[in-house]
């Protein structure tokens, strides 16, 4: 067989792909025009794989799997978000808003902030990757988190720490304001956790979710 299509709908690829760095760079290419055109949910290692013309175990040599192939194409290369979470998710409920803080702040202060700076107006000023932002953020980040809770509106609750998170990095590293901005990561913890707390686990204001707004918002669209 000569020719064929990748399940994204574009001509595959055949043929021997040039080794290194710049099979890296095909495969990140294809990635990115994978998830643009499929979106984050029904892309796969598979499908970005026959679009770049390589197999599988290339793709995942290196990049591993398909919350790293995303990151990397939004140039995040040694950070992984959804490993952040995933970590801060574990241990007990009642402590999760200053141990979320505390590791998001630690990872992006590890270079002071400078990836953040690089990173969120590169992919803000392109609508594709904009785009595609909420669909990681619910499968890969808000979503542990929703599994993590055993609450009403756990989506209302997570979008609430979301947007406190949003906040923080935004005034400590793109737009800084002291003493936020150089306070030690755990000050930091100490002070917005608890309001991260009170999303996470506390009373909110009754009619702001219709109830059932859990099963129609569904991060699994089921």
Known sequence: MTGGRDDGG???RRGRRP????TREVVLA???QEFLERGYEAASVRSVARRAGVDPGT??????DKTHLFTASLGLVDIDP???VRAAAEGPVESLGERLVRSVVEVWDTDYGETVRLVVPAVMSDPGLRALLPQFLGAELLGPLV??????DARLRTALVASQMVGVLLTRFLVPIDPLATLPPARVAALVGPTVQRYLTGDLPEGIAP???EEHNS????
Request: proline share 6%.
């Open 19 to 22: 080794a290194g760095q710049e």
């Open 211 to 213: 109830r059932g707004s």
């Open 59 to 64: 793709v995942r040599h290196w990049f591993g």
């Open 30 to 32: 294809g990635a990115r």
């Open 147 to 152: 599994r993590r809770l055993d609450v009403d």
């Open 10 to 12: 574009g001509p595959a």
């Open 82 to 84: 959804a490993a952040i």
């Open 219 to 222: 991060p699994h669209g089921e």
